[in-house]
Nanobody, 124 residues
Framework: QVQLVESGGGLVQAGGSLRLSCAAS????????MGWFRQAPGKEREFAAS????????YYADSVKGRFTISRDNAKNTVYLQMNSLKPEDTAVYYC?????????????????WGQGTQVTVSS
């Protein structure tokens, strides 16, 4: 069993930056593909970014490409989401997810573990 705990959310003005962290329990974190998803009010949860076990392969939704960067530190069992040039439409609850496969993916159903989410609010 893997537990994921997100942190780093908050209120920021448009154009600002935030860095989200997701701390994972367990000794097998380095084997897992990881992803970040988000859910805006009244909308379905959507993919934001994913990363493979080594950090050598990343994938982004078009809506965040060029502004968000996903990374991981396997020694710290942590995955990050650096968010720059934030827009009001980035306002959402952001979720971290892990899957028992080495590669990341945009498919939500491919993930086995989910965090509780952290709120990001971008004011205009």
């Amino acid at each position: 069993q893997v537990q994921l705990v997100e942190s780093g959310g908050g209120l920021v003005q448009a154009g600002g930056s935030l860095r989200l962290s997701c701390a994972a329990s367990g000794r097998t974190f380095s084997r897992y593909g990881m992803g970040w998803f988000r859910q805006a009010p009244g909308k379905e949860r959507e993919f934001a970014a994913s990363i493979n076990w080594s950090g050598g392969s990343t994938y982004y939704a078009d809506s965040v490409k060029g502004r968000f960067t996903i990374s991981r530190d396997n020694a710290k069992n942590t995955v990050y989401l650096q968010m720059n040039s934030l827009k009001p439409e980035d306002t959402a609850v952001y979720y971290c997810a892990a899957r028992r496969q080495p590669d990341g993916t945009a498919r939500q159903r491919a993930y086995d573990y989910w965090g509780q989410g952290t709120q990001v609010t971008v004011s205009s």
